[in-house]
């Protein structure tokens, strides 16, 4: 299973892009990675995923560079509703099916 | 849009006694979850189901834990006798297929606090 580095934690202010960014360095090729989010006493919910390349959502962006060790999620124009942790996952097909969630970055956005 | 539920919201039990939590799973899912975290750590996988069997389960999910799919649109988990540190919240997911990189849909979760 790859191993996932992020921020512990992130300040942004109301309308700014955030980017998070994860490091997977050992990520295998039929990895694919994953972003879920989670408010306060609720269950994580996804927001992306991608394998390469750059995916978007009418959410976020997911920006992935070609060696595929680290990725980005880009959260435009953020507002205070966006305050909570961001986990970034990896796995592949031929992975378990359990999610293996991180400490993840926690996101603070201020007015 | 549909959505993971799960009863009770908040549940309060005393040491050694029985408890079971209660979801249930978005309608044509059929891979099913249990997970927990207790407060201020991470979120922790405890088992997945399919085709009324476990299929995975983690180190945590040991013989004082229990799922079943009592009928077509349930999923519990079963706690056998709770000790304090079983305090968490529990959270269900469903995923349409099992794919490892099918998204898993979440539900909102049950606080359970041991006394």
């Known amino acids: 299973l790859a191993k996932t580095t992020q921020p512990i934690s992130m300040d942004s202010y109301e309308g700014q892009e955030v980017n998070i960014t994860c490091s997977h360095n050992n990520i295998a090729t039929n990895d694919y990675i994953t972003w879920y989010q989670q408010f306060p006493s609720q269950g994580p919910r996804f927001i992306i995923q991608g394998y390469k390349t750059k995916v978007t959502n009418e959410v976020a962006s997911l920006f992935i560079p070609a060696d595929r060790k680290s990725s980005t999620l880009s959260l435009p124009r953020v507002s205070l509703s966006d305050t909570a942790v961001y986990y970034c996952?990896?796995?592949?097909?031929?992975?378990?099916?359990?999610?293996?969630f991180g400490s993840g970055t926690r996101l603070q956005v201020q007015p | 849009e549909p959505e993971v539920t799960q009863t009770p919201s908040h549940q309060v039990t005393q040491m050694g006694q029985e408890v079971i939590l209660r979801c249930v799973p978005i309608s044509n899912h059929l891979y099913f979850y249990w997970y927990r975290q207790i407060l201020g750590q991470k979120v922790e996988f405890l088992v997945s189901?399919?085709?009324?069997?476990?299929?995975?389960k983690s180190e945590i999910f040991d013989d004082q834990f229990s799922v079943e799919r009592p009928d077509g649109s349930n999923f519990t988990l079963k706690i056998r006798s709770t000790k304090l540190e079983d305090s968490a919240m529990y959270f269900c997911a469903s995923s349409a297929s099992g794919r490892v990189v099918e998204t898993q849909y979440f539900g909102p979760g049950t606080r359970l606090l041991v006394l």
């Open positions: 189901f399919y085709n009324n069997e476990i299929s995975e």
């Open positions: 996952l990896v796995g592949g097909y031929t992975g378990r099916r359990a999610l293996t």
